[in-house]
């Protein structure tokens, strides 16, 4: 069993050293806070942590599960488990980086990646698949000392109804942050299990700066038709192991920071189906979902490899803690951040996509990776 240490005293000040401690030991670490929770949970992995050949979720003791978007997962083991209760005013306050973007890089990548969207569209109208999803970069330099800790609760305080975390696996060699609104694969302890299908993308920010409302939002038939391709594969794993027992809810428009989406939720009663292997062998077959890849899967796989000259590595991957308090909380890991640090230079990566349909207009689809870059870059830039 993990070391649980609770207080209503300590602050992101105090978890500091302890980052910067276990940076230089080479442990793994993970902090994060779950979706409207009040509660933020600092994990230590002395070892580092460990590649995994196996989802058997429900055999694991309690960790921290955080996997590419194509390879094998790292697990973080409990050894040291934080639970620390979110002090409201504990304001961070203005951000001490002043960051330097690259206009003519920043140029090369539009081209590059309306190129590819166009290049996509043609693709899809030859039937080679029905959907793909590119995603680009775009990095930035900053001056100084970067603090995880003190971003992370940036963060958390912009973005109450989202997953966010910071995490490091030495292996990896980088810092990782994410503001996600997308649950993978999640159960309670009472045995009720959750995905969602995620998709279709609008600012939720009108023209005269206001933030326009769910109900009021309007949706287009490409962003109607993305979110049912993600439906549809999800149900299409459920038959691969002939689950019929689900109630489907949706879809409805969903804020997340400064967009908006188009939801659906799809629930299971894992205890009353006996089916407690439910988390791991789902995890198995929907990663990675059409959300992040595209239809048929291994079509648009194969496209990506092509399209994209990045490495994903985390990006569109999943994470999360599992088997704290016999609960599993799994999310895809949208809107995020790769910090690398060295001799007084931190350099930034941001990392975000969209789905491309027959219907996708390129500019407008390098406009919705804009907006969600910036849900990461208001907080940290700004």
Request: proline letters at 5%.
């Amino acid at each position: 069993m993990p070391n649980t240490l609770s207080s209503t005293t300590t602050s992101l000040l105090d978890w500091e050293q302890l980052w910067q401690n276990t940076l230089q030991k080479r442990g793994g670490m993970a902090v994060w806070r779950l979706p409207k929770s009040d509660k933020r949970y600092f994990l230590v992995d002395s070892s580092g942590g460990e590649k995994l050949g196996s989802l058997d979720l429900e055999t694991f003791p309690a960790g921290f599960l955080v996997a590419p978007f194509m390879g094998l997962p790292y697990f973080l083991k409990a050894e040291t488990l934080l639970e620390e209760s979110i002090i409201q005013e504990e304001v961070v306050g203005e951000s001490m980086l002043t960051p330097k973007h690259n206009a003519e890089e920043n140029e090369q990548k539009h081209q590059h990646f309306t190129h590819w969207v166009s290049e996509s569209i043609k693709e899809i109208q030859t039937g080679h698949f029905q959907k793909v999803v590119l995603s680009r970069t775009d990095e930035v330099e900053f001056p100084g000392d970067f603090s995880t800790l003190k971003a992370f609760g940036q963060l958390c305080q912009a973005y109450p109804n989202a997953f966010v975390c910071a995490l490091y696996i030495p292996e990896l060699g980088s810092t990782w942050l994410c503001a996600t609104p997308e649950t993978l694969v999640e159960q309670n302890a009472q045995g009720i299990f959750r995905t969602i299908a995620l998709a279709g993308t609008q600012s939720a920010i009108d023209p005269q700066g206001e933030i326009i409302s769910p109900q009021n939002a309007r949706w287009s038939q490409k962003e109607i038709e993305e979110q049912a391709y993600v439906c549809r594969y999800i149900i299409e794993c459920f038959k691969k192991i002939r689950l019929r027992e689900y109630q489907e809810i949706g879809p409805k428009t969903i804020l997340a920071g400064n967009l908006l989406h188009l939801k659906t939720e799809f629930t299971v009663d894992t205890k009353a189906l006996n089916f407690s292997q439910l988390p791991g062998i789902l995890l198995s077959l929907l990663h990675p979902t059409s959300a992040v890849c595209g239809t048929p899967k291994e079509e648009a796989i194969a496209w990506i490899a092509k399209a994209e000259k990045h490495a994903r590595e985390l990006y569109s991957g999943y994470l999360g803690p599992i088997n704290l308090g016999e609960e599993i909380h799994l999310f895809v890991n949208l809107r995020t951040v790769k910090v690398d640090q060295s001799e007084g230079k931190c350099r930034a990566t941001y990392f975000a996509g969209c789905g491309i349909t027959e219907d996708s207009d390129p500019e407008k689809e390098w406009q919705e990776t804009v907006m969600k870059c910036q849900t990461l870059q208001r907080v940290l830039e700004n």
